[in-house]
């Protein structure tokens, strides 16, 4: 059985302003008994002031238009059911990226334009090139790769999903063996800030599967996240630590089309360029031992 434990944002905010309000009602109602009895308003005052310091809680930062982490379930230790996928000699491989624009901690060495915080059009920075780099290395293991690098975030963030689906329409009739929408992550305090191989510095990974959610086409949701948990544990086997639980969200990221597919963060915005590179050998290297050897 999966073990879950499941955050809904929404619901979080409105059981604290319910609290809030209670507590409110409370004081005030405090305040006025005082105010009956002694009848001086400096007691209300404080009454009020008693109730003033708490604050809510601080949110997390978030990059605008990345909305992957609002009502997750993250897997703590998940057995899932068991990974079908057959290898195959030439494994073929979909590489894409809906957040085209997200790129990673500019270095003085090697600057690049922003179109804003974290993001640019230029796709020798952002999150295409660490695409090129797994095409590369994927060939090179004999895969037959399609690293597709148009620009979906255009004219708007918020649809981009839209738009790389009507990308996955086009490819109905083909076949690929794995499905991959490669992004970069934006950073929270739950995050390291960074993996080593050896003595590199490298950027952690993430496999993000959806579930569904309210769509009314799902995607095969217990396959891919059987292939994410086994790439996962396989990553993990080869460089310890380099890969993050699996994370399953209430939506569909296009998984529906393709299975398996699978969303992989290649780290987050504080992790530099070269950090991200550094991890592609290993994810490579572990998608070649469940893909294409027996």
């Known amino acids: 059985m999966v073990k879950i434990k499941v955050i809904h944002a929404s619901k979080l905010l409105a059981a604290a302003a319910a609290v809030i309000l209670a507590i409110a009602l409370i004081v005030l109602a405090v305040s006025a008994s005082s105010g009956a009895a002694q009848g001086t308003s400096g007691e209300r005052a404080a009454a009020v002031a008693a109730f003033s310091f708490w604050r809510p809680p601080k949110m997390e930062f978030e990059l605008p238009g990345e909305n992957e982490h609002a009502d997750l379930i993250v897997l703590e230790d998940a057995a ?53 780099a797994l095409a590369a290395l994927l060939t090179d293991y004999g895969f037959d790769v399609v690293h597709d690098t148009a620009d979906y975030e255009y004219p708007k963030l918020n649809t981009a999903y839209a738009r790389s689906l009507d990308m996955l329409e086009t490819k109905r009739g083909e076949t690929f063996n794995l499905c991959v929408d490669l992004h970069r992550d934006a950073w929270d305090k739950s995050m390291a800030e960074c993996a080593c191989i050896g003595s590199q510095r490298a950027a952690q990974l993430m496999m993000l599967i959806g579930n569904g959610g309210n769509f009314d086409i799902k995607p095969d949701y217990e396959a891919n996240l059987a292939f994410a948990a086994r790439l996962t544990d396989r990553i993990n086997a080869l460089c310890d630590g380099l890969c ?39 994810l490579a290297e572990a998608l070649a031992d469940l893909l294409k050897e027996s």
């Not at 491989?93 to 003085?108: D, F, K, P, S, W």
């Not at 963060?265 to 950090?275: A, Q, R």
Request: net charge negative; no cysteine.
């Open 80 to 132: 899932v059911q068991e990974d079908h996928t057959q290898p195959v000699e030439r494994p073929r491989v979909l590489i894409y990226h809906t957040h085209t624009h997200e790129a990673y901690a500019q270095t003085a060495a090697d600057p690049y334009r922003e179109t804003e915080s974290w993001r640019t059009e230029d796709q020798t920075h952002s999150v295409v090139r660490v695409g090129e």
């Open 244 to 282: 993050r639980p699996v994370m399953v969200k209430n939506g569909r990221y296009n998984q529906h089309l393709f299975t398996p597919s699978v969303l992989i963060e290649v780290g987050h915005n504080l992790n530099t360029l070269d950090e991200a590179l550094a991890s592609m050998p290993v």
